[in-house]
C-alpha cells in the first residue's frame, strides 16, 4: 500500500501562486510516477500534470502549460506542484495519485484509472 497526503492548498486571488505538497509513504519503491489531478465542482476529475520518479520525465495538460510545474523529491518521497498566475477556473480540489507503471505518452495518465492511489485532496480556491 502506498499512502499519500496532500498539503499547500488554500484561498488566493487570481494571478497568484500556490505550491502543493504531495508525501508519499509505505511501499514507495513500487511507484513509478506520480500525477495531480483535479476536480472542480459538477465535473468529472481531470488530468493536470505527472513525473516520473526515476528520471525528469513528465506531462501537462494543456491548460498547465506554462502556468504548472511539477517537480519532486525524491529524498522526501515528495511531489509539488507549483501553480503561477492563477485563474478561477483553477479552483478545484486538487489529488495527488500515484502509478505503479511508467508510460510512454500523456493519453494513459489523463485517466484517472490509470493510476493506483490517491491522497484525500486538497481545496484551492481562486477568486477573481
Known amino acids: 500500500q502506498v499512502q499519500l497526503v496532500e498539503s499547500g492548498g488554500g484561498s488566493v486571488q487570481a494571478g497568484g501562486s500556490l505550491r502543493l505538497s504531495c508525501a508519499a509513504s509505505?511501499?514507495?519503491?513500487?511507484?513509478?510516477?506520480m500525477g495531480w489531478f483535479r476536480q472542480a465542482p459538477g465535473k468529472e476529475r481531470e488530468f493536470v500534470a505527472v513525473?516520473?520518479?526515476?528520471?525528469?520525465?513528465?506531462y501537462y495538460t494543456d491548460s498547465a502549460k506554462g502556468r504548472f510545474s511539477i517537480s519532486k523529491d525524491n529524498a522526501k518521497n515528495t511531489v509539488y506542484l507549483q501553480m503561477n498566475s492563477l485563474k478561477p477556473e483553477d479552483t478545484a480540489v486538487y489529488y495527488c495519485?500515484?502509478?505503479?507503471?511508467?508510460?510512454?505518452?500523456?493519453?494513459?495518465?489523463?485517466?484517472?484509472?490509470?493510476?493506483?492511489?490517491w491522497g484525500q485532496g486538497t481545496q484551492v480556491t481562486v477568486s477573481s
Open positions: 513525473c516520473r520518479w526515476s528520471d525528469a520525465n513528465t
Open positions: 509505505g511501499r514507495t519503491f513500487a511507484n513509478n510516477a
Open positions: 495519485a500515484s502509478s505503479k507503471t511508467w508510460y510512454s505518452g500523456i493519453h494513459l495518465y489523463m485517466r484517472p484509472e490509470t493510476f493506483d492511489y
